[in-house]
């Protein structure tokens, strides 16, 4: 085996969890509040760092894009949450995600969207944005999209693919489009 190829072997893991804490230190020194262990992948955009604030051992896989449509927008990632590369966090007013949730990749959360009103152009109307607040211990399966408004209950599983238009009781299990639920966790 080539010296590389061992070196990689041995030590890639560790030198990846570096260049992910790296990243974070980096995005810290660009205005996130970002706390201590917290892992930023490669090719993770962030607008606005200002805007973003987590707790400790936060991990944001590669390729995420956390945009925030303007200053005053917030999201806050709660202590050992998880989003997956490729999701998408599109936010104007404020997001919350609990501690522990786990955002799986590929996944869309938003809380706003274009007005509609008849009678004009929908780029001249604006948006209309509503918090989403994801609890704790909350599970999105892979490519999962929120709307604006939702809260997604402390404990809940919202399957994979699933569209989530209105609220979920803690503890439940949703899945389809839109979203229904279909069942409990068991404890």
Same mark, same amino acid.
């Given at each position: 085996?080539n010296?590389?190829?061992?070196?990689?072997?041995?030590?890639?893991?560790? /030198?990846?969890?570096?260049?992910?804490?790296?990243?974070?230190?980096?995005?810290r020194?660009?205005?996130?509040r970002?706390?201590?262990?917290?892992?930023?992948?490669?090719?993770?955009?962030?607008d606005?760092?200002?805007t973003i604030?987590?707790e400790?051992r936060?991990?944001i896989?590669?390729?995420?894009?956390?945009?925030?449509?303007?200053?005053?927008?917030r999201?806050?990632?709660?202590?050992?949450?998880?989003?997956?590369?490729?999701?998408? /966090?599109?936010?104007?007013?404020e997001?919350?995600? #609990?501690?522990?949730?786990?955002?799986?990749?590929?996944?869309f959360?938003?809380?706003?969207?274009?007005a509609?009103?008849?009678g004009?152009?929908?780029d001249?109307?604006?948006?209309?944005?509503?918090?989403?607040?994801? #609890?704790?211990?909350?599970? /999105?399966g892979?490519?999962?999209?929120?709307?604006?408004?939702?809260?997604?209950?402390?404990?809940a599983?919202?399957?994979? #693919?699933?569209?989530?238009?209105?609220?979920?009781?803690a503890?439940?299990?949703?899945?389809?489009?839109?979203a229904?639920?279909?069942?409990?966790?068991?404890p």
């Amino acid at each position: 085996m080539n010296p590389i190829a061992w070196f990689e072997r041995k030590f890639g893991e560790q /030198l990846g969890v570096a260049w992910d804490r790296l990243r974070a230190i980096a995005w810290r020194c660009r205005g996130a509040r970002i706390g201590s262990k917290n892992r930023i992948g490669r090719g993770c955009v962030i607008d606005r760092p200002s805007t973003i604030a987590s707790e400790g051992r936060v991990q944001i896989e590669h390729s995420v894009y956390l945009k925030t449509v303007g200053d005053t927008a917030r999201i806050t990632l709660g202590e050992h949450a998880f989003i997956g590369f490729g999701t998408e /966090l599109d936010i104007a007013l404020e997001l919350n995600v #609990g501690r522990h949730a786990l955002i799986a990749p590929g996944c869309f959360i938003t809380d706003h969207v274009h007005a509609r009103r008849a009678g004009t152009r929908i780029d001249d109307q604006g948006t209309d944005s509503r918090a989403v607040v994801i #609890g704790d211990d909350a599970w /999105l399966g892979a490519h999962a999209v929120v709307l604006p408004g939702v809260r997604i209950g402390e404990g809940a599983v919202v399957g994979a #693919g699933a569209v989530v238009t209105r609220d979920v009781p803690a503890g439940a299990i949703v899945a389809g489009v839109p979203a229904r639920v279909i069942g409990q966790r068991k404890p």
